[in-house]
């Protein structure tokens, strides 16, 4: 079976472009994850989506960023416009919540983005 | 909130030799549920366990093996007999109710030859 699917694997981008990262979970999977992984902050939740309804964005840095979830097998993070400081790894997971308890989530491959 | 302390944040060991990753959390859940993931140096996250707050038996799968123990706040996790391709980066994560992993800062693991 495959597994999250995240496309770009790299990005390069100059400051101001807009950035569109891709995610595809795993096939059945209900609940969709947006993680950033720094040197500084380590790895931290932007956004999760279940049955592509967002429920938590806390985590979203600022209004630059937004994510839309618009069917069950697509999602999409996007950054405009994009600052040197946005340079991160970009980590899509999913998991099937199945009850009201967390399921294990799988992670992707991740985007590796640098803003230059 | 949840939170994850891994106060080692680097270990160097030669091959065959164990070694045991610590991990603390803090949590005021009374169900909560904890992880581990593996990071390689190809940089994708791999999931290692899964551990409820209400089941305390140690697991072990081959040369991993975890202990929890709620008394100290610990899920511990230990490679025996270690190989050069346990190098990698290994976190500890938790959650409660919902579902947003907090993660520890990770630990490095080198192995050497």
């Known amino acids: 079976d495959a597994g999250v699917i995240q496309s770009p694997r790299h990005e390069v981008t100059e400051m101001g472009q807009e950035v569109t990262l891709r995610c595809k979970p795993i096939s059945g999977h209900n609940s969709l994850f947006w993680y950033r992984q720094t040197m500084m902050r380590g ?12 429920i938590d964005d806390s985590g979203m840095p600022e209004d630059r960023f937004s994510a839309k ?10 950054i405009q416009p994009s600052e040197p400081r946005d340079s991160a790894v970009y980590f899509c997971a999913s998991s099937f919540e199945s009850s009201r308890y967390p399921e294990t989530q799988y992670f992707g491959p991740g985007t ?3 803003v230059l | ?30 169900t909560y549920y904890l992880f581990w993931y593996k990071q390689p140096p ?5 999931f290692l366990i899964r551990r409820n707050s209400f089941d305390e038996q140690n ?31 290994y976190f500890c994560a938790n959650t409660g109710a919902n579902s947003k992993l907090t993660f520890g800062k990770g630990i490095t693991l080198s192995v050497r030859p």
């Open chain 1, 43 to 54: 790895l931290e939740l932007l956004i999760y989506f279940n049955n592509n309804v967002p």
């Open chain 1, 69 to 78: 979830m618009p069917n069950a097998s697509f999602s999409t993070l996007k």
């Open chain 1, 112 to 114: 590796r983005l640098l």
């Open chain 2, 1 to 30: 909130a949840q939170k994850v302390t891994q106060a080692q944040t680097e270990i160097s060991v030669v091959e065959k030799e164990d070694v045991t990753l610590d991990c603390v959390y803090e949590t005021r859940d009374t």
């Open chain 2, 42 to 46: 190809s940089g994708e996250l791999v």
């Open chain 2, 59 to 89: 697991e072990i799968s081959g040369r991993y093996s975890w202990n929890f123990q709620k008394s100290t706040s610990s899920f511990n996790f230990t490679i025996t007999a270690s190989q050069v391709v346990d190098s990698a980066v």
